[in-house]
Nanobody, 129 residues
Framework: DVQLQASGGGLVQTGGSLRLSCEAS????????IGWFRQAPGKEREGVSC????????YVSDSVKGRFTISSDNAKNLVYLQMDSLKPEDTGVYYC??????????????????????WGKGTLVTVSS
């Protein structure tokens, strides 16, 4: 049973940093694409950053490029999102997700754009101005 549990959200001032963690259980990360998504109040969900397992590509949203970094520790089954230079517009609920699809079409851009198969409960990030 694939389970994902995100943590690390909280209240931070503009310019601050947070590191989100996602603990995966019931499977091993080695063969799965990983990603972080967010949903701001009143807005649609958007892909923040994803890594494809089919070609190793990485997608980073233009809105966070240069500030956010996705990574994983497969030995510990953990996925991270390091968020630096936070802005009020980064406020939202952040979700980690994984996907076992690994065809050539399943690039990081595609998965981050259309979503993944398995989702964890979100963690709230609030950036104050």
């Amino acid at each position: 049973d694939v389970q994902l549990q995100a943590s690390g959200g909280g209240l931070v001032q503009t310019g601050g940093s947070l590191r989100l963690s996602c603990e995966a259980s019931g499977f091993t990360l080695d063969d799965y694409a990983i990603g972080w998504f967010r949903q701001a109040p009143g807005k649609e969900r958007e892909g923040v950053s994803c890594i494809s397992s089919s070609d190793g590509s990485t997608y980073v949203s233009d809105s966070v490029k240069g500030r956010f970094t996705i990574s994983s520790d497969n030995a510990k089954n953990l996925v991270y999102l390091q968020m630096d230079s936070l802005k009020p517009e980064d406020t939202g609920v952040y979700y980690c997700a994984v996907d076992q699809r690994a065809t050539p079409r399943d690039t990081a851009t595609i998965l981050c754009t259309y979503g993944m198969n398995y989702w964890g409960k979100g963690t709230l990030v609030t950036v104050s101005s």
